[in-house]
């Protein structure tokens, strides 16, 4: 059934546990998620982000993921990740998607406040929910690296009053996390987790969630991590799986299809398993 992120991580922040947002960028990706939370009985958050556009456009990934999600036997949000645009935010929301990432993370406070204030308001009446960003998580390498990533850890006093003012569901936290593969184990600021967790009373989420020791996404949503994101391991499993299915002598795109989607449904439920979601849908 297809819903919007409020009632599902709010549920799972009482219950000390935390939702999957997986990045759905064609069909086969769809399948393994939606399909492997079916088998699981997990809720589930599907989606795409501003930056994975050129492989799919909105418009073309809202066709597959929108009905997929209303005809699913378990609860699937369908959100908009890293949102830049005012423009692409409202694209998404007027396609059918039930929650929009409004990311003005890089802009002076009271800006980045006073934009993503007007998004919630505007998601409000269309019963949508909105997830902003205060700090900044980069990139673990290229153009979005960050020279001293601790430099825009988020300050759990300033998250008290952007939530406070803005009226997010949700608050995505910088701690020690980025974007991509890691290059070296992450070291999480999990006191700072717990701190924001407590002043603010809003599910967080935590971004560049594939690389992530098993011992930080437990400890993270004990803390009060809701929502984790992960695209990069599902996108390497991908790949792996049709080179698997070469290498079985599969002789057409039709037949690695059912590689490639087993190899990422293992990755789902993994994840799934991890974040401690099953049965809880």
Not at 69 to 79: L, R, Y
Not at 176 to 195: E, M, Q, S, V
Not at 226 to 244: H, R, S, W, Y
Not at 254 to 265: C, S, T
């Amino acid at each position: 059934m297809l819903v919007n992120m409020k009632q599902m991580l709010e549920k799972a922040r009482s219950g000390g546990y935390a939702v999957g947002f997986f990045n759905a960028v064609n069909v086969e990706m769809a399948r393994a998620i939606i399909e492997t939370a079916e088998e699981l009985r997990a809720p589930v958050i599907v989606g795409t982000a501003e930056v994975l556009l050129p492989a799919m456009p909105l418009e073309r990934v809202a066709e597959y993921l929108v009905p997929m999600a209303e005809k699913a036997g378990v609860p699937v949000a369908v959100h908009y990740d890293h949102g830049l645009t005012f423009d692409k935010c409202m694209e998404a929301l007027r396609l059918g998607f039930t929650s929009v990432m409004y990311d003005c993370s890089t802009a002076a406070y009271e800006e980045n406040l006073a934009a993503v204030a007007e998004m919630v308001k505007i998601c409000r009446a269309m019963g949508a929910t909105v997830e902003g960003e205060l700090g900044h998580v980069g990139d673990n390498e290229g153009a979005g690296r960050l020279a001293n990533p601790s430099d825009y850890f988020t300050d759990p006093a300033l998250a008290e009053d952007f939530v406070r003012r803005t009226g997010v569901d949700a608050l995505a936290v910088a701690v020690g996390n980025a974007h991509g593969d890691y290059k070296f184990p992450p070291k999480l600021d999990f006191d700072r987790i717990t701190a924001i967790s407590e002043i603010t009373g809003v599910p967080l989420v935590l971004h560049g969630g594939s690389g992530l020791s098993d011992d930080d996404f437990r400890e993270a949503a004990r803390r009060g991590v809701c929502k984790v994101n992960i695209f990069t391991d599902l996108d390497k499993a991908g790949k792996a799986g049709i080179e698997a299915g070469l290498r079985a002598g599969a002789g057409s795109a039709m037949a690695l299809i059912p590689y490639a989607i087993e190899a990422m449904k293992a990755v789902v439920r993994e994840k799934i398993e991890l974040f401690g979601s099953r049965g809880m849908a």
